[in-house]
């Protein structure tokens, strides 16, 4: 009895207290949600004129600014917002940004900036990158000092930054491009190796147009070119510095026909074709010594030899399996794999330079094509198709491909082309005569 | 005699008796053809096998007699051909002005009969036949500079790009109150895929039908709505005072069923599937990645978001991700803020009685979706 009633007991006295104890709501915890589907379009950004304190250095601010729109633009990943739509202006380079005027008009970014020129007359561009929906800056301001005839490198510094904070991936705006200009009529072409921004401003030409070049490749750091020539009535392989438009021919065994170079990553060593008694082979040498190795010494034609980035394999063209297929080896030389399986015939492969693709050219039911493929050759794209295109080469950053497209007929005209690995944005690029054959320097120092 | 043979006597005699009269060896005649025969007289027959005469043959068969052929030429005649008369047609004289008709004054239609109830509407049964749809092409898909997961129609010319669909408005004099004048807007052109110059050009004619679709399903039945469950009645059978002052204790200690649910369940129920989707809906139409980076496509962040009670962010931070390095991961958190900021800044359309239950939402942005394939 004593017991139930000691027990009713502590059951009253918790009763009450549950009662007399405020009720503390329990929360429901986080909605959780996935979001496993996006949207892909260009960003919406604006980029002022850069502010400047003189009239001469306005002028070159609007130009910048001109430049880097032009160079986001074109890639296909951004848009810019017109000048007519801005809220606000951008009147000091100090000033805070009124984040509210720009978020009303959409821009996603923006992109402000200042010109100057100081006492020793050089330019110096200062800038900052903003996300306006977030309010806070990307990255931090720069300022980028430099002669006043270089405005576009600059800008086209100023560029690869904004699109390398926004997008996580470096740039490929400083830059320029190697190719085969071309003028004359089909039959009786002249060629001449010419050099441009890789926009198309500021074309050089390297050589005359007394004998056929074809196929330049830059080294690695963008100072020296190989490219091929049909100076002595053969194909021979030369070597150009850039800076000081100087040039030999590589010390290949005499006798023979030896094309299509490429440098190594460690600018040393060059793959190249060496054809002797009808058969095609790859041999590598080192440029120093002149001392060369064969890689191959297969009955078929072996060609078009790309380095991967870290230089420990090669992928090639054969036609060991009966049409021309693509292979990977050692760069030392050995056993071959194949990796390309699709119907058509594969050529010109060039190793991306992030290591992860290989672009090609595809001729296939009459038509050519650029195209990627994955190492293993899974997962190939096609990205173009035309009458004739080739010779793809990798911007810096392995995201844009440049590659020869040609026209069909007696008047047809071979140009230049690019377009995204996505197979997006495919625009011509500008250079004001015939090109072909370009190749893609890395970004300049 | 002993009994046995008398049986024995009787019963074969019964049995011989049977077989005899009882018909066991009489059988049916065997069956046999019948073939009726008719009788003829002699006059008849010799009729019957009487040779037949032939028939009389002619032979004295003249022939006819060919008809008389004139070669000579025609006669052509000397006549010349006259030439035919070309006269002007006579003009006829102005007809007459038509005369005016008569015009009377159009009667207005007479007042349609109104009926202020509605009319009864049989819904069709469930089994009523459907019709095939019609055989079509499937949709390619089209090359334009967005990329959704829901394709968009080119918007009118006049009007304005926005996430949101919104009809152009225009101030209504007649109204008490000014109406805002708005313009149109209507979400950017978009396809459903990246479509590269090599893809094969679409094919006029259809290369397969339609198949007509199956029923949709039903709706989903709402979620279960938390409520406060009635307590069960206490079991009586048993009940002795011990039971009574456990269920006291439990009641003290964990509280009531009722209570219960009441005191922890925030304001309104939990958010309904659709309510959840439009959320879902809302967000990744501003989710662009069209400006990542591939390593970026990588990354899979989770961003905890708090909301105000009208549905805008008020904080935003990164709580994990997987699936990239530094920089990428950087980028990728980076985009999906901007979802939410972009497609929040006038407010999430959510139920604000469920406020307790989208206060904090964790989204998880997972971009296998949408990497290049």
Redesign the interface.
């Known amino acids: 009895m004593m017991r139930?009633f000691l027990?009713?007991l502590?059951?009253?006295t918790?009763?009450a207290?549950?009662v007399t104890t405020p009720?503390v709501?329990?929360?429901?915890?986080?909605?959780?949600?996935?979001?496993?589907?996006?949207?892909?379009?260009?960003?919406p950004y604006a980029v002022p004129d850069f502010v400047a304190d003189t009239d001469a250095a306005a002028e070159l601010g609007r130009n910048i600014s001109r430049v880097i729109a032009a160079d986001l633009s074109g890639t296909?990943?951004?848009?810019e917002l017109p000048k007519d739509a801005f809220i606000s202006q951008i009147t000091s380079f100090a000033s805070p940004v009124q984040y509210a005027d720009w978020?009303a008009i959409?821009a996603?970014a923006l992109i402000t900036g200042a010109v100057s020129v100081d006492g020793n007359g050089r330019l110096v561009v200062q800038f900052r990158v903003y996300?306006v929906?977030?309010g806070q800056e990307?990255g931090q301001g720069l300022q980028l000092t430099g002669t006043q005839d270089g405005w576009r490198r600059m800008a086209h510094k100023v560029a690869d930054q904004v699109y390398s904070r926004?997008?996580?991936?470096g740039g490929y705006f400083d830059s320029r491009v190697v190719f085969v200009a071309e003028t004359g009529p089909k039959d009786q072409r002249a060629k001449r190796l010419a050099i441009m921004d890789y926009d198309g401003a500021n074309v050089k030409y390297l050589t005359d147009s007394s004998s056929i070049v074809l196929a330049p490749r830059f080294s690695p750091k963008g100072d020296r070119i190989l490219y091929t020539s049909y100076e002595t009535g053969e194909p021979r392989i030369y070597e150009l510095n850039i800076g000081s438009v100087t040039r030999r021919v590589l010390p290949t065994q005499a006798g023979t026909m030896s094309f299509a170079p490429r440098f190594g990553p460690d600018g040393q060593t060059v793959v190249y074709s060496q054809a002797q008694g009808g058969n095609t082979d790859l041999f590598s040498m080192n440029i120093a010594t002149g001392a060369s190795n064969r890689l191959t010494s297969a009955p078929s034609i072996e060609t078009a030899p790309s380095f991967s980035p870290d230089g420990s394999q090669i992928v090639f063209e054969s036609d060991r399996s009966g049409s021309p297929q693509l292979y990977v080896m050692p760069s030392g030389g050995g056993e071959a794999r194949r990796i390309s399986f699709g119907q058509g015939r594969y050529g010109t492969p060039v190793w991306s330079p992030?290591g992860d693709l290989v672009a090609f050219t595809k001729q296939s039911k009459g038509r050519f094509?650029i195209?990627v493929m994955r190492l293993d050759g899974s997962?190939e794209?096609?990205?173009?198709?035309?009458f004739l295109d080739e010779g793809p080469t990798w911007s810096p950053n392995g995201?844009v491909i440049m590659f020869t497209r040609e026209t069909q007929g007696a008047s047809g005209k071979a140009s230049l082309y690019s377009?995204d690995?996505?197979?997006?944005n495919?625009k011509p690029v500008q250079t004001g005569t015939g090109a072909s054959d370009p190749a893609w320097s890395p970004l300049q120092q | 005699m002993n009994t046995g043979q008398i049986i024995s006597g009787a019963g074969h005699l019964a049995l011989i008796g049977w077989a005899l009269f009882g018909g066991v060896f009489k059988s049916e005649p065997l069956p046999f053809e019948v073939t009726e025969v008719t009788a003829i007289s002699g006059d008849e027959y010799a009729a019957l096998v009487a040779p037949q005469s032939a028939p009389e043959t002619a032979v004295d068969v003249t022939s006819p007699e060919a008809p008389d052929i004139d070669d000579s030429a025609p006669d052509l005649g000397s006549g010349t051909d006259v030439q035919p008369e070309v006269a002007q047609p006579d003009v006829a004289a102005t007809p007459p002005p038509d005369e005016r008709p008569e015009v009377t004054e159009v009667m207005p239609p007479a007042d349609a009969e109104v009926s202020d109830e509605p009319p009864e509407i049989t819904p069709p049964s469930e089994d009523v036949a459907v019709l095939a749809p019609e055989v079509a092409p499937e949709a390619q898909p089209r090359e334009a500079d967005r990329v959704a997961p829901e394709p968009v129609a080119q918007p009118e010319p006049d009007a304005q790009i926005d996430d949101i669909v919104q009809p152009e408005t225009v101030p209504d004099e007649a109204a008490e109150t000014p109406r805002e004048e708005t313009d149109a807007t209507a979400p950017e052109e978009a396809t459903t895929e990246i479509v590269t110059e090599a893809e094969e050009p679409a094919q006029a004619a259809p290369s397969k039908s339609l198949r007509p679709q199956t029923r949709p399903e039903r709706p989903a039945e709402p979620e279960p709505v938390e409520t406060a469950q009635p307590q069960e009645p206490a079991e009586t059978e048993t009940q002795t005072d011990e039971s009574a002052v456990n269920d006291a204790l439990a009641e003290a200690l964990g509280g009531g069923g009722a209570s219960e649910t009441e005191t922890s369940t925030p304001s309104g129920p939990p958010l309904t599937r659709g309510e959840k989707d439009a959320l879902r809906v809302a967000v990744k139409q501003c989710w662009n990645v069209g400006s990542l980076s591939t390593d970026a496509l990588q990354v899979t962040v989770v961003v905890g978001v708090t909301l105000d009670a009208d549905g805008k962010p008020t904080s935003i931070q990164q709580l994990s991700a997987t699936g990239g390095s530094g920089g990428a991961v950087s980028k990728a958190y980076e985009a999906a803020r901007r979802a939410v900021l972009r497609c929040g800044a006038k407010g999430f359309d959510l139920p604000r009685d469920k406020y307790d239950h989208w206060r904090d939402i964790e989204m998880t942005f997972n971009p296998e979706k949408m990497r290049i394939k």
């Open positions: 139930q027990t009713l502590t059951a009253a918790l009763l207290a549950s009720v709501a329990q929360s429901p915890g986080p909605l959780r949600i996935e979001i496993d589907e996006g949207v892909i379009e260009p960003l296909g990943l951004f848009r978020k959409n996603q996300d929906f977030a990307l926004i997008t996580g991936e992030r094509h195209g997962e794209r096609l990205l173009t198709a035309s995201r377009v690995i996505s197979g997006r495919l």
